[in-house]
């Protein structure tokens, strides 16, 4: 079936360092859009990706949307505590737009 | 407050009871989503509705799960005769599809706990 897969599972990083997640489609995307979710909180929306080769950048956060719009990624530069918890891609496949979800990302900043 | 809004926020129950929940979308919002999640795992899809249509269910969804959007307003989910690996967080998240656009806002969730 359609899947989104996301790595790596789990990312420890010193504060300050940098973290990226992938996502990788078995299908051309339609659009891809990138979700956080804080530890004990509920998904929410960072952004969306339309276009092939796309790349969006909220302050430190850096959303890329491959040619093929089949993978994308979300680079975070100089990691802060705020920037914990779990990084989920979710791509929509169809014309109906229904999101095929990932497995997000944990980011642990190490103590 | 206008965001997507669950009730209960918690729920435990005895196994082989039956439990529902409320979702409360966000005004105007054309679909409404539901989504099992367990700890360390990613949203879950279970089913979804565009105004009051059910449109797909998701096919690991056992018949014991059933949702309803009676008005295109809010939404119910039921779980009969509940079982121990229903324990999870049940979230709610709605949206309004123009284009190709269809964010996704969620509710705080309903955290299901079944002894």
């Known amino acids: 079936g359609q899947q989104v897969m996301q790595i790596p599972q789990y990312q420890h990083v010193q504060e300050g360092e940098d973290f990226t997640t992938y996502c990788n489609s078995s299908?051309?995307?339609?659009?891809i859009q990138w979700y956080k979710q804080r530890p004990g909180g509920h998904p929410v929306f960072l952004i969306q990706l339309v276009k092939s080769g796309e790349v969006k950048k909220q302050k430190r956060l850096t959303f890329q949307f491959g040619e093929a719009k089949k993978n994308s990624s979300l680079h975070i530069t100089a990691t802060q505590t705020t920037d914990v918890g779990t990084y989920f891609c979710?791509?929509?496949?169809?014309?109906?737009?229904?999101?095929?979800w990932g497995a997000g990302t944990k980011l642990i900043i190490k103590p | 407050d206008t965001g997507v809004s669950q009730n209960p926020r918690h729920k435990i129950t005895k196994r082989g009871q039956n439990v529902t929940f409320r979702c409360d979308p966000i005004?105007?919002?054309?679909?409404l989503y539901w989504y099992r999640q367990t700890l360390g795992q990613g949203p879950e899809f279970l089913t979804y509705f565009q105004n009051e249509a059910q449109l797909e269910k998701s096919r690991l969804l056992s018949d014991r799960f059933s949702a309803e959007r009676p008005k295109g307003s809010f939404s119910t989910l039921e779980i009969q005769r509940t079982e121990q690996g229903d324990s999870a967080m049940y979230l709610c998240?709605?949206?309004?599809?123009?284009?190709?656009?269809?964010?996704?806002?969620f509710g705080p969730g309903t955290r299901l706990t079944v002894l």
């Open positions: 998240a709605s949206s309004f599809l123009t284009g190709a656009t269809d964010t996704q806002y």
């Open positions: 979710a791509g929509a496949m169809d014309s109906n737009y229904q999101l095929i």
């Open positions: 299908t051309t995307l339609s659009n």
């Open positions: 005004s105007e919002h054309n679909r």
